[in-house]
């Protein structure tokens, strides 16, 4: 199958649905994507483009939701997250404890997939930022095959959400008959021995070239695909992570600094048997060197043979 | 469904309303220091004339009612005078007014939306008009020809969210918007003229496409008969009522202090205000 794009996917799930389901409004902050024409033309009605506005695209979608819209507010990642931050804060995550809110930000461009346009545009904090919030669900998907079911999750589950999405095309790592339960949180792609790799959205396709490489020389390290963030099983996550020695967290995002190494650590922690985890992701700069995505990995040590060697001493200790 | 407050009221009974809240917005600061009284204490006549004076739709014994108007507080700080009305109109009973600020008590110094009668949580500025445009838009797509009312501050005026959202409202003709400005010209530090001076407000909104009215926000006439005009046109506009006010309005003390954002009353000074005596 090609790669696909997943806002492109997902939009046209969104779009499907906005035919039966009147009760939809797509906001947009002057982001676009091809998907998203037909959807403009069809429902010029509850498509509204709030202009480059991000603060404005969230209070309006506050406003909606709470009138008993279920609303989508696309933006790029770190404009959606990091600009109106206060806003998602105050109209989504306190408003939802008190009364029923059902806004989902999609955001487009985690971590370096817009590589070449700069730091700017890079979105490394996004996790742990909206991880931080109570009563905001946070999904992260490795591929397109889950935008059914963060579409319906997203409509159904009545609280604010924060879709992260990659914004390049990506094969697709789950074939329809092995398409994982979307509310476990989690998927074992690979069994290993005593290292399991724990991952969440592009980094999933890295470290599944890194597994595959290991278990070609006879090293077989497990393999665990996040795509929720918040409200996933966790016991069933900690009795997966629980047959392992050492566990290696990989993120397009700061190390240590509350993203999914956090999120792995205090899972294991709290388990009966914690783990160590060892950290792979971004130091704690911002990345000013101009390349592709497989060149700033490179440079920052997140290349696939890079992480093979790192993982090999961690094996032989 | 209460078509709110008695069906006519007359000044005079409306004056009477605005004598009363002031007195029990400074008996709640005499327990509360940390409320924003001075800020409290310029709208008052805003809230009267909207919740005595037969302009908003109301249900205290059903708060989210369909058929209410919606009313967003932006400057929940300062609007701690709007407890004693809450009270008064059955939101919650008036014994808790005896306990704002204290632990336990559903009210604090800052007011939020765990409140009934508090449509939105708004502690931090700047977040109203945003939310009261979805509203607006989302009452236009039922059909619901109810409006929505917001209440901020001038010094509000300052953050730049509030005029993303004033560019949204009138692209999209949200003529079932009625903004309200306490423009009691002070902020925190400061007179706003001296900060970010926006004199004359109402050329900004005139240029940005909305409707104004400018008003005295302590004459409770004019400025009930501007907010009654204001509700009922509906030219494909946002309407913004400017009520001209003073801060800390009724307190000889704090009007005309620059710094009466953030002075705190002696209760003796409370108790001479509101002729009970010290304990």
Redesign the interface.
């Known amino acids: 199958m090609k790669p696909e794009v997943m806002r492109d996917i997902l939009i046209e799930e969104i779009y499907q649905r906005m035919k039966g389901n009147d009760k939809i409004f797509f906001l947009s902050a002057d982001f676009g994507s091809p998907a998203l024409d037909q959807l403009r033309e069809d429902f010029p009605?509850?498509f509204?483009n709030?202009?480059i506005?991000e603060?404005?695209l969230?209070?309006?979608?506050?406003?909606?939701?709470?009138?008993?819209?279920t609303v989508f507010a696309y933006a790029i990642a770190p404009f959606l997250t990091m600009r109106s931050f206060?806003?998602i804060r105050?109209?989504l995550a306190?408003?939802a404890q008190?009364?029923e809110v059902n806004v989902n930000l999609i955001g487009v461009g985690a971590g370096l997939s817009y590589d070449v346009t700069g730091p700017t545009h890079h979105c490394l904090e996004d996790i742990a930022l909206m991880r931080l919030l109570p009563n905001v669900s946070v999904v992260s998907p490795s591929d397109a095959s889950f935008m059914s079911d963060i579409a319906t999750y997203a409509i159904s589950n009545n609280k604010p959400c924060y879709i992260r999405l990659d914004g390049k095309a990506l094969p697709r790592l789950y074939p329809p008959e092995n398409q994982p339960l979307f509310n476990d949180g989690f998927s074992s792609l690979r069994r290993g021995k005593k290292i399991c790799l724990v991952s969440t959205g592009y980094m999933t396709h890295v470290a599944l070239q890194v597994a595959d490489a290991l278990s070609k020389e006879g090293c077989l390290v497990g393999l665990v695909d996040l795509f929720l963030l918040k409200d996933l099983n966790t016991s069933k996550l900690k009795s997966e992570l629980s047959t392992y020695d050492i566990l290696v967290s990989m993120e397009e995002g700061f190390i240590w600094r509350g993203g999914l190494d956090s999120l792995v650590a205090s899972l294991t922690l709290s388990s009966k048997t914690p783990k160590p985890v060892y950290p792979l992701g971004f130091n704690d700069a911002y990345i000013f060197e101009v390349g592709d995505r497989k060149h700033l990995h490179e440079v920052a040590g997140l290349s696939v043979d890079r992480i093979i060697e790192q993982i090999k001493t961690l094996d032989g200790q | 469904m209460q078509e709110n407050k008695p069906e006519k009221i007359s000044a005079t009974d409306l004056k009477e309303k605005c004598r009363w809240i002031r007195s029990e917005t400074l008996k709640i600061h005499k327990i509360a220091p940390g409320i924003r009284v001075a800020s409290a204490l310029s709208c008052v006549e805003i809230l009267v004339a909207l919740h005595y004076g037969n302009i908003l739709q109301f249900n205290p014994e059903k708060p989210?009612d369909e058929e209410r108007d919606r009313f967003i507080i932006s400057k929940a700080h300062g609007s701690v005078s709007y407890y004693p009305i809450l009270a008064d109109l059955g939101y919650f009973p008036k014994d808790q007014l005896a306990k704002v600020g204290k632990s336990g008590s559903i009210l604090g110094d800052i007011p939020?939306?765990?409140i009934p009668g508090y449509e939105?949580?708004?502690?931090?500025l700047g977040?109203g008009?945003?939310?009261?445009?979805?509203?607006?838009?989302?009452?236009k797509?039922?059909g619901n020809n109810r409006s929505v009312y917001v209440l901020l501050g001038d010094g509000e005026l300052n953050e730049?969210?509030v005029w993303?959202?004033i560019?949204?409202a009138s692209h999209?003709k949200l003529d079932n918007l009625v903004l309200i400005i306490d423009n009691n010209k002070i902020c925190m530090l400061d007179y706003c003229s001296k900060i970010i001076n926006l004199e004359p407000i109402e050329d900004k909104f005139s240029c940005f496409g909305w409707e104004y009215f400018s008003v005295d926000g302590h004459d409770i006439e004019k400025l009930h008969a501007a907010l009654a005009e204001a509700s009922c046109l509906h030219a494909g506009k946002p309407k913004v009522v400017i009520a001209n006010t003073i801060k800390g309005k009724g307190v000889p003390k704090l009007e005309g202090d620059s710094l009466c954002h953030i002075r705190a009353l002696k209760p003796e000074e409370i108790d001479a205000l509101t002729g009970e005596n010290h304990p």
């Open positions: 009605d509850r509204i709030v202009g506005a603060q404005n969230i209070s309006v979608a506050a406003g909606l939701g709470l009138e008993g819209y206060e806003q105050i109209s306190l408003m008190t009364r | 989210y939020d939306n765990s939105t949580i708004n502690g931090s977040h008009v945003g939310v009261a445009c979805g509203l607006a838009l989302a009452l797509a039922k730049g969210s993303e959202a560019m949204f999209h």
